[in-house]
């Protein structure tokens, strides 16, 4: 990304805001190094980071990084065999213990993180170590007397040592306080040493060993003769603790040593994690939201707002790439033309930064190659440049740009020369004669457009408010002003050219209306016939372009309704194939227990007597179940009401062919083919339709 347009965007001031919610400089360096990517892979993948860290946000609260430093020198030190002092190595345990509990955090809140789940894994817990540290050194950063056996003898014998020491010194202070030869009644340590402030002049009535002077040389610090075995023996234990501590220092810090790989592999993922943890507060703290990210090279923000402007914020939409590709925007001084400029910029920037944008859910974002903005006076000084010179300058470096990446594509062979660019021009043209420098802004916008990219530039100047009427794939657009308040009300009207209004706001500003009106006679009728035809374009594109909405919806319900009534449709035909199947065999099963019923009378009568009433009762019985299996069997045959009837053949015979098990056959009151798997009887065959068995 071009560097300058960076800056005029103040994405760098978004890096800023990031660092500053990070816990610590693992991830503030990763905010402070950010930089927009154009991997479509790698921006998607970002942003749903993103998301998943806020909701981890809203259910879990903020990741545990209490107390995460960056270790990675003490880890280095200790690789080379350095000693890490008791301090080091508090440092060390706690991102020890920083991981520890990160990798929980990440491990429960899976559900809602999949993605940063997957970071736990990478994250490797050394209880041992913890422990060890926490076992040798206390949290003042004191080695523990426990720390091993010989530290706590060496402990025990200085302290004993130290109290009689401590005793004898004091009976001799009392007795020479009685002599009046010292110069305070106090003991003093002087190397290590239980010494006694002795006067000068009284130095020879006090025999012991001069262990140092005062500055004036008033007194000399003495340590009694009588003591002097005894203190060389406390000094000897001392130093025994010393060197008992260093190893013990030294055998925890070898311990560090050997797990140096996994703790710097554990830094990077903290970091990483922090970071990732500053961009969900940041998308909280603004109410952004993940836009989608579509391959089309177009953009569409709805509500979208400055991430940097605070306090009341008019939300704007704003959109370009699908039904136009250039876009002007014109309308008064102070109206918010330049911070829709910015707004556009900054949130294509965080996109693809993996940045959720202060936009409205719906938005959508695309990637970029490269985003150009030439914004604010960039009058230079020492470059004796102007204010035209200055932004001319940079629409140079632009435009060259943009002709040096469609050559690269020619050489390559490519036939589509497009560049895939978003480009933003404030004030196009301004600085210089308004004639010239709108002639220049139509040549300007005319050679981007060809190009491919999309262009969103501000102007004041009608020219260029007809050249966008007039071009197809350019649209007018302006910031809306209340008349009656003579207030800019900072929205955005795409589709309608705005008025620079500038009698208004000179008269809001204080200029007196006698000089407001004088200006307005000076208008020549060009100029008024001139708004007058904007205004009567502007009603026309509205009606039309109600119109194609109102066909896109009528499009969009019949569509619906097709979908609909063919879903439907076929929800009707299975329903239908079911009845079917399931009406047959229900008819089956009662045709079986009719004839079953009727084998069973048939036996019973041919036991009775013929000219017995129990006989005349059964055969009544018969008869009536051979009318219900006939009344059964015609049902099950009926066709259905919206398939005729089949007739035969006047040349086919009528009744059953000679058929043979393991025929297929035809069903016409099924509509369906079939197979033959049993011939009971003669006239009578079983055939296995799907999953019903007919007669």
């Known amino acids: 990304m071009d560097e300058r347009s960076l800056r005029v965007l103040e994405y760098p001031k978004i890096k800023e805001m990031l660092a500053g919610l990070t816990a610590c400089s693992l991830g503030k360096q990763r905010a402070l190094s950010l930089q927009p990517r154009d991997d479509l892979a790698w921006i998607r993948d970002r942003l749903a980071e993103t998301s998943e860290m806020r909701r981890l946000l809203e259910t879990a609260g903020y990741p545990p990084l209490g107390g995460l430093t960056d270790i990675g020198p003490l880890v280095g030190r200790a690789r080379t065999y350095g000693l890490l002092d008791p301090e080091d190595l508090l440092r060390v345990s706690d991102a020890l213990r920083c991981a520890r509990r990160m990798r929980d955090y990440l491990v429960k809140g899976a559900d809602e993180a999949p993605m940063l789940s997957a970071l736990a894994e990478t994250l490797s817990v050394h209880q041992d170590i913890e422990d060890e540290i926490a076992r040798c050194i206390d949290d003042d950063a004191n080695v523990r007397n426990r720390a091993s056996d010989e530290l706590h003898r060496l402990t025990v014998r200085s302290d004993a040592l130290e109290r009689r020491l401590r005793e004898r010194v004091e009976s001799i202070l009392r007795a020479e306080v009685e002599r009046g030869t010292l110069q305070e009644p106090v003991i003093v340590q002087r190397e290590g040493r239980f010494c006694l402030p002795v006067q000068a002049n009284q130095q020879s009535r006090i025999r012991g060993v001069v262990q140092g002077r005062s500055d004036s040389g008033a007194t000399v610090f003495m340590e009694p003769l009588e003591v002097v075995e005894v203190g060389n023996e406390l000094r000897g234990t001392l130093l025994d603790i010393e060197a008992e501590v260093e190893r013990i220092l030294r055998a925890v810090t070898s311990r560090v040593a050997e797990a140096a790989e996994p703790l710097e592999g554990n830094l990077r993922t903290l970091g990483i994690i922090d970071f990732i943890g500053a961009k969900g507060a940041l998308a909280q703290k603004m109410n952004a939201t993940e836009p989608e990210v579509v391959a089309e090279p177009q953009l569409q923000l709805l509500s979208a707002r400055h991430p940097l402007v605070t306090g009341k914020v008019v939300p704007v939409d704003v959109w370009i790439g699908d039904q136009f590709s250039t876009l ?83 050489r390559r062979g490519s036939d589509d020369t497009s560049v895939r660019a978003l480009v933003l021009l404030d004030e196009l043209g301004a600085g210089t004669d308004p004639t010239e420098g709108a002639a220049l802004a139509r040549a300007i916008l005319t050679e981007l457009h060809d190009a491919g990219c999309r262009t969103v530039a501000t102007t004041h100047y009608n020219d260029l408010k007809a050249f966008a009427f007039a071009n197809a794939g350019m649209e007018n657009a302006s910031v809306e002003f209340d008349v009656k308040t003579l207030q800019p009300t900072y929205k955005l009207l795409i589709g309608r050219a705005g008025s620079s209004n500038a009698f208004e706001v000179a008269q809001r500003l204080g200029l007196a209306r006698s000089i407001v009106k004088r200006g307005r006679e000076f208008l020549t009728d060009e100029q008024f016939s001139f708004d007058q035809a904007v205004t009567e374009v502007e009603r026309q594109q509205r009606t039309l372009r109600d119109k194609a909405n109102e066909a896109q919806s009528t499009q969009r319900d019949l569509e619906r309704l097709k979908e609909r009534y063919e879903k439907d449709l076929g929800k009707l035909e299975a329903q239908r194939q079911r009845s079917i199947e399931e009406g047959f065999e229900e008819a089956r099963d009662i045709v079986r227990r009719a004839e079953e019923q009727a084998r069973r009378i048939i036996a019973d009568l041919q036991s009775q007597t013929r000219q017995s009433k129990v006989t005349q009762q059964r055969r009544e019985d018969i008869a009536k179940l051979r009318r219900e299996i006939d009344n059964e069997a015609a049902r099950a045959a009926e066709p259905e009401q919206d398939e005729p009837e089949p007739t035969p053949d006047d040349d086919e015979p009528v009744g059953l062919p000679y058929v043979l098990m393991g025929d297929p056959v035809h069903v016409p009151a099924l509509g369906r083919d079939g197979t033959v798997v049993a011939v009971p009887r003669e006239g009578i065959a079983e055939v296995q339709v799907g999953n019903v068995r007919v007669e």
């Open 328 to 410: 002007l925007i014109t309308g008064p001084n102070t109206g918010g033309k330049t911070v829709t400029l910015k707004t556009v910029g900054l949130c294509a920037l965080m996109a693809q930064s993996g940045l959720h944008i202060p936009a409205g859910v719906g938005s959508q974002v695309t990637l970029w190659n490269y985003i150009y903005a030439d914004i604010g006076d960039e009058q230079s000084i020492e470059q004796s440049l102007s204010t035209f010179s200055g932004h001319m300058t940079q629409i140079v470096k632009i435009i060259n740009r943009v002709n040096a990446h469609q050559r690269n594509q020619k």
